[in-house]
């Protein structure tokens, strides 16, 4: 029940396109469609911004897109923004909990 | 528009409960496709996923921390809490209740900071 491993930090330029992923294990992200993405500005709530792998719920950009391979999931943010420089986590269902990664600062160049 | 709020002592010593409460209004805790749930950020740190609870009483919680945590419903008050035993500084975090479905975070409420010190 280790945390999903995210890197901690990614980075890019306006208009550039970053990924961000989230490996879990055959028993978390590799087993079940319920992988979600959360946006976090600091002093603010988290916001849900993918959830079951692909989908996006209504208003949020479609700059934003989510995918998963094997044990993998990535979120994939494209025509970067500067109110996209935020704190980044993926979360999934583990069988009867929920089990976050650990986060991934997103820089703006 | 659900809103939900949190409430409960910002400040704890060690060895101490935690007790949170969780107030839902603008929604019914019974809605029988959503869960209730606990998450935690520690300062400088992740969020961490502590346990939810359906409307009937089943009850799910993070395997590390189940043997400290109880969830539990109020249906006649629309709320729900959490308690956490012997609560040491590493226990010092954002709390969050928030409502779930399907695994998924769909609404949260503001936090609360609660601090262990003694």
């Known amino acids: 029940q280790s945390a999903l491993t995210q890197s901690p930090s990614a980075s890019g330029s306006p208009g550039q396109s970053v990924t961000i992923s989230c490996t879990g294990t055959s028993s978390d992200v590799g087993a079940y469609k319920y992988v979600s993405w959360y946006q976090h500005h600091p002093g603010k709530v988290p916001k849900l911004i993918i959830y079951?792998?692909?989908e996006r719920p209504s208003g949020v950009p479609d700059r934003f897109s989510g995918s998963k391979s094997g044990n993998t999931a990535s979120l994939i943010v494209s025509g970067l923004q500067p109110e996209d420089e935020a704190e980044y986590y993926c979360?999934?269902?583990?069988?009867?909990?929920?089990?976050f990664g650990g986060g991934t600062k997103l820089t703006v160049l | 528009q659900l809103h939900l709020q949190e409430s409960g002592p910002g400040l704890l010593k060690p060895s101490e409960t935690l007790s949170l409460t969780c107030n839902v209004s603008?929604?019914?805790?019974?809605?029988?496709?959503?869960?209730w749930a606990w998450i935690r950020q520690p300062p400088g740190k992740g969020l961490e996923w502590i346990a939810s609870?359906?409307?009937?009483?089943?009850?799910f919680y993070k395997p590390s921390l189940k043997s400290r945590v109880t969830i539990s419903v109020d249906t006649s008050k629309n709320q729900f809490f959490l308690k956490l035993n012997s609560v040491t500084a590493a226990d010092t975090a954002v709390y969050y209740c928030?409502?779930?479905?399907?695994?998924?975070?769909?609404?949260w409420g503001q936090g609360t900071l609660v601090t262990v010190s003694s």
């Open positions: 609870i359906y409307y009937s009483g089943n009850r």
């Open positions: 603008g929604g019914s805790i019974s809605s029988t496709i959503h869960h």
């Open positions: 079951e792998v692909t």
């Open positions: 928030a409502r779930d479905k399907e695994s998924t975070v769909m609404d």
């Open positions: 979360s999934s269902h583990a069988g009867n909990y929920v089990i």
